[in-house]
């Protein structure tokens, strides 16, 4: 039996659904893990195990007894064991990003612009965007209810959206997901396409030489420093984890800052498990010590909060190319500049000479985005009659049939990526 009750208070997510959740990925054996690790570690122990485990860096859960490790957790532990990491780096060489040459042309051609234009919008690009949801099995149902993500259209960064398909899909786009729906009733319908066509902008904002470091008023901005449970919440492991991190610092953009620089830090990237069944992401991210991109946002957000520092969530892709996936950051606002992008995961780039390229992500964020989500949590038009595969974000789509919904391992999304520099 697995004892994770409180994780019922999600949505409409069923005790059945939950454990098979949790199953599918907690799904490895010490035998399917240990192949991988002798391949960098090849005198690797149970001792070595253990440690590993204790320390986090090995995730694993008890199911009925029995131990399972997390179905990434061999990769994982190269990523977040630093004695690891640099071992698989002597054996294989240092990862060589092509994504970071992207990422260093880009902002040295935004900061460019910004210096000769002072505009905050910057660098557009247009972007097409294909994307497919496909069902595995449609023979046990009669309908099918099929949720897209859908480019945002109330976004100064992502202009002139427009989509094309041969399906009749209804769109949203006025609610926390953008999403484009549509019903069908023939089984032989398994496959759902959809092309969207938009611009999209870098946008940038330096700290203005004169800015009062004043908080901003906590009666209009209550919605962004407020908790929001289940994961939004200001318990003590939050407040003496972002108290140390902030120090006796009261400017507001500096403490955001501060926490923006920490999190990159302490807490490196690692493939992660569903959000559904975590009870609460950043209490996670600080007992685990790691997360993925929408699990340190939801940390940086939840720490900003509590000092009194407006945030909030955006998510959807990123779109670099060759590069192109999921991903989530977030928007702070700070009094004398407005709401500003800070992508947490993205954090200090190392390759920087100066503040502004080492900065960028705290108050710029690149134009290889699509947004689709403004919040987390929020509803799907229309609502689902059954659970969310997803109900923290909404970027991989979502699909029930008139029975039940249909879970991640039930269907396949792709998408492909054109993006172009507009001169």
Known sequence: MILLITLLLFSTITNNEMEERIRLDFNKK??????????????????????????????????????????NAAANLFRIDTTCKRIKELIEGEEKSGRKEIIKNHITDVLNEYHNTKNNLLVPHKVTFHYTLTIN????????NIWLPYPRVDNKRQTDVNHFSSKKYIITTNTTHSNAYIKTNNKKHNKYKIKYKFKTYAEYHPLPSDIKHTQADTTIFKEYITERAPHIIFSEKIKNKTDSIV???????????????????EYPWASAREYSTIENIPEYVIEQKHGDCGQVTLLFITMCRYKKIPARWQSGFMLHPGYENLHDWAEIYIEGMGWIPVDPSFGVQDWGKTDAEKYFYFGGIDAYRMIVNSDWGGELSPKKKYSRSENVDFQRGECESEKRNYYFNEWNYSFKVKTKKIK
């Open 137 to 144: 099995d449609t023979s046990n149902a009669k309908e099918h």
């Open 30 to 71: 010490t035998e399917d893990i240990l192949p991988y690790i002798h391949k960098y570690y090849p005198n690797a122990d149970s001792t070595d195990i253990k440690k590993w485990e204790d320390s986090k860096a090995l995730e694993f859960m008890y199911i009925d007894g029995e131990k399972f490790y997390f179905r």
């Open 247 to 265: 120090g006796d610092e009261t400017r507001p953009y500096y403490q955001a800052r501060k926490i923006f620089e920490s999190i990159r830090k």
